[in-house]
T-cell receptor, first 116, second 111 residues
Framework: DSGVTQTPKHLITATGQRVTLRCSPR?????VYWYQQSLDQGLQFLIHYYNGEERAKGNILERFSAQQFPDLHSELNLSSLELGDSALYFC???????????????FGEGSRLTVL | QKEVEQDPGPLSVPEGAIVSLNCTYSNSAFQYFMWYRQYSRKGPELLMYTYSSGNKEDGRFTAQVDKSSKYISLFIRDSQPSDSATYLC???????????FGAGTRLTVKP
């Protein structure tokens, strides 16, 4: 168990809809990352938050947005969903105060999104 | 050209074989290199971590980094069926965890 919790585990929705994926990082971790994993694209970096602030953006579509709250949990919002958005969405956390920054990311088990 | 290239396989080997997994990359700023293992329906977990060039060994696993060739490898000795998983290479420039991952190689070790 990595200590990172993602909900929901599975989500089925229709095109044009909006969903919110939630991530609770490991206790004390300040960084949260979102990745999208699809069969043909591998793990694609979407966005990184550190202690509530956006730090880096990857290949994140304008229809997608994220935020990290004061309690450090994070949400990824996906809107105007398309068939191609069907994928596994992973959250990862790292960098806890008082712990060495080894560069390791701790991944949750992912949220599987199916858009019909 | 993708920043990180990794042959997705699949790769199937008999138990006890030596497995070689590889990645190439284009960004010369990368200096932190990792291998993650991902079992089916699970999140990736860190397997090996190296900084800059050189080798690192951990049990049956050896990671090699050749920065001059922009090429990294993971070797698995005496492979076991429990090693069957997808192996993803990952790398970053500044250890601020803004990592880039390869597509992952699916490995099956047959008993």
């Amino acid at each position: 168990d990595s200590g990172v919790t993602q909900t929901p585990k599975h989500l089925i929705t229709a095109t044009g809809q909006r969903v919110t994926l939630r991530c609770s990082p490991r206790s004390g971790d300040l960084s949260v990352y979102w990745y999208q994993q699809s069969l043909d694209q591998g793990l694609q970096f979407l966005i990184h938050y550190y202690n509530g602030e956006e730090r880096a953006k990857g290949n994140i579509l304008e229809r997608f947005s994220a935020q990290q709250f004061p309690d450090l949990h994070s949400e990824l919002n996906l809107s105007s969903l398309e068939l191609g958005d069907s994928a596994l969405y992973f959250c990862a956390s790292s960098v806890a105060l008082g712990r060495p920054n080894t560069g390791e990311l701790f991944f949750g088990e992912g949220s599987r999104l199916t858009v019909l | 050209q993708k920043e990180v290239e990794q042959d997705p396989g699949p790769l199937s080997v008999p138990e006890g074989a030596i497995v070689s997994l590889n990645c190439t990359y284009s960004n010369s700023a990368f200096q932190y290199f990792m291998w993650y293992r991902q079992y089916s329906r699970k999140g990736p977990e860190l397997l090996m971590y190296t900084y800059s060039s050189g080798n690192k060994e951990d049990g049956r696993f050896t990671a090699q980094v050749d920065k001059s060739s922009k090429y990294i490898s993971l070797f698995i000795r005496d492979s076991q069926p429990s090693d069957s998983a997808t192996y993803l290479c990952a790398m970053s420039a500044n250890n601020n965890n803004d990592m880039r991952f390869g597509a992952g190689t699916r490995l099956t070790v047959k008993p």
